[in-house]
């Protein structure tokens, strides 16, 4: 089980969790009823596909030789699992684990797709699975071309989000769903970005041009608070527009994560241990933010 865990990246799998979450506050906040089944298997499903992706990337960052750079040894949060170059897991019983992940979130979605005519969870899940898959999968690697960010805000944001307001109430039309789906995306893509600094020379070396491999940490340090400060000001500004609740302000509880890790990657954004806790710092931020919100949009 702890091969699996680690092997599947658990620690990362809130991020498929929290659309979930967030848009089924989202729902109940707005009075429609709740089928405890759907959002269940919509859990599910977004979590074992995620697991799937997760597991895939790995094997492609193995065959880039990536994942083998001696560099992420010494990387408290490495970006892949590295269940193969440790030896927990062999290629084939990662492309096993992949196909049982992949597996899950099919049948979640096959029966979540006959709750609507349209096939659109359907077509959503195949989005999010191909999407995922070519984030490092030959031809497209969207990862190792420096569009690797928008690709995760579209998978975590509109994709995950809308998709579980869609199966909860056969709506893709609402504004504050779509509001929240973004402030998702947008927090989940900070997060990789985050990541990327402190592992920025390996991926250089390794032909994975990300942002800040482009523009140099120093300079995609720059970017740090205009990114998190998206997220902030899409909560506000749809709370001003009177598409969001007043209550969606609860996301405002993460802003000292949010402050604390613009001022390191404005500061220090080429030291790597500096960029891990500045990493942290924004994994706080999505889950303190992220359950906040959830939390007011439920009880308000």
């Not at 190792?144 to 909860?168: D, K, S």
């Amino acid at each position: 089980m702890g091969t699996l865990l680690r092997a599947t990246r658990a620690p990362s799998l809130t991020a498929g969790a929290m659309p979930a979450i967030v848009l089924a506050a989202l729902v109940h906040h707005q009075g429609h009823p709740i089928a405890s089944a759907a959002l269940l298997a919509t859990l599910l499903g977004l979590i074992a596909l995620q697991a799937g992706v997760n597991v895939i990337n790995d094997l492609y960052d193995d065959a880039s030789g990536l994942d083998a750079d001696p560099e992420f040894e010494d990387n408290p949060f490495p970006l892949g699992s590295r269940a193969i170059q440790s030896g927990a897991l062999g290629r084939s019983g990662m492309w096993g684990l992949a196909a049982g992940c992949f597996g899950v979130g099919l049948v979640c979605g096959l029966w979540l797709d006959t709750l609507h005519p349209g096939h659109v969870v359907l077509w959503i899940g195949i989005a999010g699975a191909a999407l995922g898959t070519f984030y490092t999968a030959p031809p497209f690697r969207f990862a190792y071309h420096g569009v690797g960010e928008p690709i995760i805000f579209l998978l975590f944001g509109p994709l995950a989000g809308m998709g579980t307001y869609y199966v909860l109430t056969g709506r893709l039309d609402d504004p504050a769903a779509w509001l929240l789906s973004s402030w998702l995306g947008i927090v989940i893509m900070a997060i990789l970005f985050m990541h990327h600094f402190p592992q920025h020379a390996a991926d250089a070396r390794h032909g994975k041009r990300t942002p800040i491999v482009r523009l140099g940490p120093v300079g995609a340090g720059r970017l740090v608070p205009w990114i998190l400060g998206a997220s902030y000001l899409v909560a506000l500004g749809g709370v001003a527009l009177g598409r969001l609740p007043l209550v969606a302000l609860a996301v405002f509880v993460s802003l000292p994560f949010a402050v604390k890790a613009s001022q390191i990657a404005w500061t220090r954004a080429a030291e790597p241990r500096a960029m891990t806790a500045a990493f942290g710092q924004v994994m706080l931020l999505h889950l303190s933010g992220g359950v906040a919100l959830a939390a007011a949009l439920w009880w308000a």
